[in-house]
């Protein structure tokens, strides 16, 4: 049997104030799946996917890469799994949009030739390059998040985690991050997406897992799990509450 | 919020834009000591180059000088004061208090020089991008030995992108408590303990999440050097800035 992309066995976070985070987690995920991890707030999706990039520790059990635990080589782990945060204010660490995205490559050390060559690849890439050197402060919400987007896709990562995508955008907005979710996916990366509202993003997903008070409570394709999403607090997209499967929610 | 004043970078490609940070930065020190010594003559000399290079920006500092107000003001009570400080032959006397030659003369060649410094310093901003003035301290930094250069300067960085973050949400606090009435309660130590508490408060959260997102991008002080843009003519301005320098101290 091949070894899945990423292994998490019998995980469990309690934070320093004895709140639980995450139960027993146990998940494999194998490569170009589209996931989505949905729970109503509070349900431990953010600590959850914390972990995968080694970001926070886990009290008990392990996360394997390719069959390696990430703590061996974190900063391989950290590129190779991409992550965007939910606030995109306060994860924006240069002083220009050029800067910002050239930040991870500058950190892994290397050499400026490349990383110049590689950021201009990305920033066109999204559509950015307009904006090089515009201070990240004066942008939009939809050009931050893409902003945070473009910083890690320079890494070139095999996965990446998005916490959140879509809270507080606009409809342009969404629509241009879930056209990059879908182009990434696409090129052949793993996507996982923390929400709690799916509607814009479930007909591409490819799996759906719906957790609950810190346990993964169901796991399977989209389509057998839509109608169970309300009793997880969880808002049905509006198709499949009226009776049409799962849609495309973009024409 | 990113209001453009006398002091904010402008985009252009005029010779000061072209010219390597390093520099320009060592020339402004160079010339600001320098000018402590510096008579009437070699001010005016000064002040003749730093209109060209107005001019060669093509910034209108005549129609911006309501911006130097304050500046201006306290340019003139520091004339005022030295006139009538310093003993010497009396112009006129006023309630016993006499404005000497002497004072007046020192007065004048002290304000002329502290606007001269104001002109090159409006100048060097204007024509610097923050991000490089980072550039250039880190790289000056470099030889200094005890002090890491390099931490220094992804702490300026990250002041740059921060402090109009934390601005807004000031700003965001403030209202919130004025839509409650907020602002009825006129006791100054009140109102800013109750601003102050939910700011840090957002601020701590904001540098929490900072501190994530940079460790998710393999944050690592051995980073990249900077890289710095040669115009080729920094040869032509350092013997310049030389000859002036020169004459400062001696004229
Ligand atoms: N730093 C922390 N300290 C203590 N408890 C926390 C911390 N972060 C999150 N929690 C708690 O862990 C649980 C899961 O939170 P989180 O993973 O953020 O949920 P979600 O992202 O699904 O909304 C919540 O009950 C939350 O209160
Ligand atoms: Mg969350």
């Known amino acids: ?251 | 919020m990113a209001e453009l004043t006398l002091f904010t970078y402008r985009k252009g490609d005029s010779l000061l834009h072209l010219l390597d940070v390093r520099c320009k930065f060592i020339l402004l020190c160079l010339t600001s000591i320098c000018i402590f010594k510096a008579h009437f003559s070699s001010v005016f000399l000064f002040i003749f180059v730093l209109i060209f290079f107005f001019i060669n920006c093509r910034i209108n500092l005549l129609k911006n000088l309501s911006g130097l107000a304050f500046f201006l003001l306290l340019l003139v009570l520091m004339f005022i004061s030295r006139s009538v400080a310093l003993p010497g032959d009396p112009v006129f006397t006023l309630f016993d208090i006499s404005v000497t030659k002497q004072g007046m003369t020192d007065g004048a060649l002290m304000v002329s020089r502290f606007f001269t410094i104001m002109m090159a310093g409006i100048l060097f901003s204007i024509t610097t991008r923050p991000a490089s003035l980072k550039n250039a301290i880190q790289w000056l930094l470099k030889p200094v030995p005890f002090v890491p250069e390099k931490r220094v300067a992804v702490m300026v960085s990250l002041a740059l992108t921060f402090l109009p973050l934390i601005l807004r949400q000031a700003n965001q606090v403030s209202d919130a408590q004025k839509a409650r009435l907020g602002n009825l309660n006129k006791n100054p130590v009140k109102k800013i303990v109750r601003l102050s508490i939910p700011l840090l408060k957002k601020t701590f959260v904001s540098a929490d999440n900072l501190a994530f997102a940079m460790e998710a991008r393999c944050y690592d002080e051995d980073r990249t050097d900077p890289e710095f843009h040669l115009s080729g003519k920094e040869g032509l301005f350092f013997i310049g800035g030389l000859v002036l320098s020169a004459c400062l101290v001696l004229y």
């Open chain 1, 1 to 251: 049997m091949k070894t899945p992309l990423i292994k998490i066995e019998n995980l469990n976070h309690s934070f320093s104030d004895g709140t639980c985070g995450i139960r027993d987690i146990c998940l494999c995920i194998d490569p170009e799946e589209f996931i989505i991890l949905a729970g109503r707030n509070g349900s431990g999706k953010t600590t959850l996917i914390r972990h995968f990039n080694g970001l926070l520790h886990p009290s008990s059990g392990k996360i394997t890469l390719n069959g390696n635990s990430i703590f061996k080589d974190i900063n391989l782990a950290r590129k190779k799994i991409g992550m965007i945060f939910q606030d995109a204010d306060t994860q924006i660490v240069g002083d220009t949009v050029f800067d910002e995205v050239a930040f991870g490559l500058e950190n892994l050390k290397i050499e400026r030739q490349y990383i110049t060559k590689k950021v201009m690849q990305v920033l066109k890439q999204l559509h950015l390059d307009h904006l090089k050197d515009r201070s990240p402060a004066t942008l939009s919400g939809g050009e931050k998040r893409k902003l945070a987007i473009a910083g890690i896709l320079v890494m070139e990562p095999d996965i990446i985690l998005f916490d959140e995508p879509f809270s507080n955008l606009d409809y342009p907005g969404t629509l241009s991050i879930l056209e990059i979710l879908i182009d990434l996916h696409e090129s052949g990366r793993t996507i996982i997406v923390a929400a709690h509202n799916m509607e814009a993003i479930i007909a591409h997903a490819t799996r759906l897992i719906i957790m609950e008070d810190g346990r993964i409570k169901k796991d399977g394709p989209p389509k057998d799990l839509v109608k169970t999403l309300e009793r997880f607090g969880i808002k049905e997209p509006c198709s499949s509450r009226l009776g049409f499967g799962i849609q495309p929610w973009q024409n």
